[in-house]
């Protein structure tokens, strides 16, 4: 049998975050988290938890390096776990309206991700091509991508220059520069691998598991290729998902009613 360790609870003295790692010696999986009682718990264990199963998959690899993946995919394997384990969340909500929102709060979220990540990574790259900005001239930048991606939503209110420096919130432009668009590759990964799982899915978690077992012993391409997904950024993809999550959230019936 193989281990798999966690620490789940949060308690006095504890470290924050959540986080998965592996005993590369023992090649086993370890699970940090803060649980507190609440669904972000949940959605956190799944998220490790995908994690989790993608060191079980590709221990058996001799060189350590093909035992970690590209991070275009190391996401695929957590973002994939949250959603479809997101189909078998009754165990933890006492009611079915309650699963409903959850679940309904799950998809928005997803689709929110890929504005804020378009923006991060729009942002970074202007920030590193215009070395000689001035503060005003990055707030004024920074405004005018709000203007473009984060539409529909009513500020007023809010006060004076907290959306100006909203991009202070996101450490991944101070800490790991450039790193941020990662997440929206693999989040377009996971949809797939999502929707494939409402059609067959049987064939869906075989492929996944399969993709897992390769470590990081091919390219990303080739590895969302054993996944049965594309390694694609075009229109067509990101529209025919969003679709799909449209239609799980129901409004495309809202519309015709």
Same mark, same amino acid.
């Given at each position: 049998?193989?281990?798999?360790?966690?620490?789940?609870?949060?308690?006095?003295?504890?470290?924050?975050?959540? @986080?998965? $790692?592996?005993?590369?010696?023992?090649?086993?999986?370890?699970?940090?988290?803060?649980?507190?009682?609440? =669904?972000?718990? &949940?959605?956190? /264990?799944?998220? +490790?938890?995908?994690?989790?199963?993608?060191?079980?998959?590709?221990?058996?690899?001799? /060189?350590? #390096? @093909?035992?970690?993946?590209?991070?275009?995919?190391?996401? &695929?394997?957590?973002?994939?776990?949250?959603?479809?384990?997101?189909?078998? /969340?009754?165990?933890?909500?006492?009611?079915?309206?309650?699963?409903?929102?959850?679940?309904?709060?799950?998809?928005?979220?997803?689709?929110?991700?890929?504005? #804020?990540?378009?923006?991060? *990574?729009?942002?970074?790259?202007?920030? =590193?091509?215009?070395?000689?900005?001035? +503060?005003?001239?990055?707030?004024?930048? #920074?405004?005018?991508?709000?203007?473009?991606?984060? $539409?529909?939503? *009513? @500020? $007023?209110?809010?006060?004076?220059?907290?959306? %100006?420096?909203?991009?202070?919130?996101? /450490?991944?432009?101070? +800490?790991?520069?450039?790193?941020?668009?990662? =997440?929206?590759?693999?989040?377009?990964?996971?949809?797939? &691998? #999502?929707?494939? @799982?409402? +059609?067959?899915? %049987?064939?869906?978690?075989?492929?996944?598991?399969?993709?897992?077992?390769?470590?990081?012993?091919?390219?990303?391409?080739?590895?969302?290729?054993?996944?049965?997904? %594309?390694?694609?950024?075009?229109?067509?993809?990101?529209?025919?998902?969003?679709?799909?999550?449209?239609?799980?959230?129901?409004?495309?019936?809202?519309?015709?009613?």
């Amino acid at each position: 049998s193989i281990g798999f360790s966690m620490d789940l609870e949060s308690r006095k003295g504890k470290a924050p975050g959540g @986080y998965q $790692t592996t005993f590369e010696e023992a090649r086993i999986p370890f699970i940090f988290t803060n649980a507190v009682g609440l =669904y972000d718990d &949940v959605n956190t /264990l799944l998220h +490790e938890g995908g994690h989790a199963f993608h060191t079980i998959a590709c221990r058996h690899r001799d /060189l350590p #390096w @093909y035992r970690h993946a590209p991070m275009e995919f190391s996401e &695929v394997a957590s973002m994939s776990m949250e959603l479809v384990g997101g189909e078998f /969340l009754d165990p933890f909500f006492a009611d079915p309206a309650s699963l409903e929102r959850a679940a309904r709060e799950k998809l928005e979220g997803v689709v929110s991700l890929f504005g #804020w990540v378009a923006t991060v *990574d729009a942002f970074q790259s202007w920030l =590193y091509t215009h070395p000689a900005h001035t +503060e005003k001239e990055r707030g004024d930048y #920074w405004m005018a991508l709000l203007d473009r991606f984060d $539409t529909g939503v *009513d @500020y $007023t209110g809010l006060p004076e220059g907290v959306r %100006r420096h909203q991009w202070h919130r996101q /450490l991944h432009i101070f +800490e790991v520069p450039f790193y941020y668009i990662e =997440y929206a590759i693999a989040q377009l990964g996971a949809l797939q &691998v #999502w929707a494939r @799982y409402n +059609e067959n899915p %049987r064939q869906a978690l075989d492929d996944y598991l399969a993709a897992l077992s390769l470590g990081g012993s091919v390219p990303p391409g080739a590895l969302f290729a054993a996944a049965g997904i %594309r390694f694609d950024f075009t229109e067509a993809t990101l529209g025919g998902l969003m679709e799909r999550v449209a239609d799980k959230l129901g409004l495309h019936a809202t519309e015709d009613e």
